[in-house]
């Protein structure tokens, strides 16, 4: 794995690179929170995907890969899972906020609640 | 070989496709549905790259699960319509220009990696043996590294902490509503069917995970869709956070996982040690609490905290 060799590796790894630029793109550019979260997991699958090839790349001793960041992106792909659950709450309850409040966070009207296509919030307004 | 490469190529080029679909769709439900389907893709990527356990992982919990937390929120997508403004063409261009920089830099570190790859393979090899277990990646995660893996399950308990404290007061203690009111037919003989299957296939999975691909992660995760499966079927309803047996299942991995590590101090001369000859039997245990711990924390992540309305 010496200099400019192009292989299997180098080609996800690229692709991990270009998941991570166009992810970046997203998180910024894209107003709505929702869809910033979806951009920052897109982030995080290209920052492990280029992880995942330095693994490959430290095969030896008879395994695939180095198996020590291999388990290190498992954990990772977990603890993503778990910050985009509070993530999501975070901004469900913003939301829910705003509408109540019809004012602060959200300056522009806001639909009435029935329509935020979520199941169970049709009868939430209190 | 031309076959393989022929595939990476289309696999790579679809990843890319969809992941740039994802971001210009203007449909949110879209978009979430691209990026489960995108997590498809990716785990077959990392059984290209000799990482089937990550594919596992990213397959359940990166695009799976991921995908159906995003979908409970969809509709906030809608009601957060003030959050509308799109930004000027110069600043979109500017943005372009240094995400493209960042997957530059990324993309030449990958193209010109240093002389010698740094692994520590020979290590993980060497000592896998005392471990009793024949996945490195299980031995990673619970004998090299134990500590971080104990952590990892306690960042998930607080994430979980952190969805139930954003209750409302009013409905603090009360069972997150997830079934539908009406519950279509098919999704109920689904849950009738599959859930028996699933449980099955989450714990093989875990308990083959010492020798081979797979692990408490992944098996957690099926368990836990199962049991979603269950829960937006009405066959059962959510517990109620309250609920003193959801708290025991919640901490009972964490809660071995720390007593085997104390008790490590005194029969091994360290926290997480292992004694000789016992890792094996130790980390099975310790997988089993985990299992059911981390099922119950993915599946209440996934059920997400009551909302305002509901009451105890």
New interface residues.
């Given amino acids: 794995m010496t200099g400019a060799t192009f292989d299997t590796a180098t080609l996800y790894g690229l692709c991990g690179a270009a998941l991570v630029g166009i992810g970046l793109f997203g998180l910024v550019l894209d107003p709505k929170p929702i869809r910033k979260i979806l951009a920052f997991n897109l982030v995080g699958a290209g920052v492990f995907l280029v992880f995942g090839v330095i693994a490959r790349r430290g095969a030896a001793a008879g395994f695939g890969g180095d198996p020590v960041p291999q388990a290190l992106v498992i954990t990772g792909i977990v603890v993503a899972f778990s910050a985009t659950a509070l993530a999501v709450t975070l901004v469900q309850r913003l939301s829910s906020a705003a509408t109540d409040a019809g004012q602060p966070g959200q300056a522009a009207p806001v639909p009435p609640k029935g329509e935020t296509g979520t199941p169970g919030q049709g009868d939430a307004a209190s | 070989m031309t076959e ?2 022929f595939f ?2 289309l696999l ?1 080029v679809t ?2 496709g969809l ?2 679909w ?2 210009v769709v203007r449909d ?1 439900f879209a ?2 549905v691209g ?1 489960m389907a ?2 498809l893709l ?1 785990s077959l ?2 059984l ?4 089937p ?2 594919g596992l ?2 397959i359940a ?2 695009g799976g ?2 995908g159906v ?2 979908l ?16 000027s063409v110069p ?2 261009i500017l ?2 220009v ?3 920089a ?6 030449a ?5 240093p ?1 010698v ?6 290590l ?3 000592h896998l043996a005392s471990t009793g277990v024949g996945n ?2 299980t ?3 619970m004998a ?2 134990a500590f ?2 104990f952590l ?1 399950t306690v ?2 308990l ?3 902490i ?2 139930w404290s ?1 209750t409302p007061d009013g409905a603090w203690g009360a069972r997150p ?2 079934a ?1 009111a009406d519950v279509p037919a098919p999704l109920l003989l689904l849950a009738q069917w599959l859930v028996p299957l699933g449980i099955v296939i989450g714990i093989y999975i875990t308990w083959v995970g010492a020798d081979e691909p797979g ?1 408490k ?1 992944q098996g957690a995760t099926i368990l836990a869709a199962m049991w979603m499966l269950v829960m937006m079927a009405g066959l059962r309803p959510a517990p109620a956070l309250s609920s003193r047996r959801l708290r025991i299942a919640l901490v009972v991995g964490p809660a071995i996982f720390i007593a085997i590590g104390v008790s490590g101090f005194h029969f091994a001369g360290a926290f997480l040690a292992y004694p000789d000859g016992l890792a094996k039997p130790l980390i099975l245990a310790i997988e089993a609490g985990l299992l059911i711990s981390i099922a119950a924390m ?1 599946g209440m ?2 059920a ?2 009551p ?3 509901d009451r105890p």
């Fill in positions: 393989t490469a990476d190529a790579v990843m890319i992941a740039i994802m971001i949110v978009a979430i990026f995108f997590g990716l990527g990392w290209r790259i000799e990482a356990d990550v992982t990213e919990v990166g699960a991921t937390m995003l409970r929120a969809r509709g906030l997508a809608r009601a957060g319509d003030a959050m509308n403004s799109v930004p600043f979109r943005v372009g240094l995400a493209g960042v997957a530059l830099f990324l993309g570190l990958v193209v010109f990696p002389a790859a740094p692994t520590l393979a020979p993980a090899a060497e490195p990646i031995a990673v995660l090299y590294r971080d893996t990892e960042v998930v607080l994430a979980l952190g969805v954003l509503r997830v539908s692990g992660f993915l992540l996934l997400g905290p909302l305002e309305g």
